[in-house]
């Protein structure tokens, strides 16, 4: 079992920055890979940004590519999202998610998710 935990969530004016942060803890040793997801009212959950947990490898979503930056801290088996130059489009529920295999696309543990508010 791995357990995720977010945090860094809030309000935010357009323009301005957000550092959200996810916290893993359990068998830590089984995860390939962490993402975000973030999930707007009435609509579906997206993907946001991946990062493997060895190497480091990033892929984000076309709409956050050049504004958000994932990176992870393996000693402290911590996820961060850098959200810079937010829009209110950005307004969601962002959840972290943890991967285990990696010939598998399927997030095997999720967090409970952290509110992030961009106003206009």
């Known amino acids: 079992q791995v357990q995720l935990v977010e945090s860094g969530g809030g309000l935010v004016q357009a323009g301005g920055s957000l550092r959200l942060s996810c916290a893993a803890s359990g068998r830590t040793f089984s995860i390939y890979a962490m993402g975000w997801f973030r999930q707007a009212p009435g609509k579906e959950r997206e993907f946001v940004a991946a990062i493997t947990w060895s190497g480091g490898s990033t892929n984000y979503a076309d709409s956050v590519k050049g504004r958000f930056t994932i990176s992870r801290d393996n000693a402290k088996n911590t996820m961060y999202l850098q959200m810079n130059s937010l829009k209110p489009e950005d307004t969601a529920v962002y959840y972290c998610?943890?991967?285990?295999?990696?010939?598998?696309?399927?997030?095997?543990?999720w967090g409970q998710g952290t509110q992030v508010t961009v106003s206009s």
């Open positions: 998610a943890a991967r285990l295999q990696r010939l598998v696309l399927r997030y095997d543990y």
